[in-house]
């Protein structure tokens, strides 16, 4: 049991830090970069996510 309670803090604390690094640094980004940042951010999604699989399996059908 006290593997698993191991297990489950570190995979919250993995997460936590997978959600809120990104937040962290895009201010960080922004300053440097500024609006060629911008148009990145505007394009490309923070996670992979299904409307990111999905859109790639789109192009790839479609350059068939």
Known sequence: LSD????AAL???HV???L???????PHLRAEFGEAYD?????VPRFVGLRTVRTAVD???GER
Do not use: M, N
């Open 59 to 61: 192009r790839a059908l």
């Open 4 to 7: 698993s309670l191991l297990v």
């Open 16 to 18: 936590g830090w997978v």
């Open 20 to 26: 809120l690094l990104p937040r962290a640094e895009e």
């Open 39 to 43: 148009r990145y951010a505007a394009r």
């Open 11 to 13: 995979a919250a604390a």
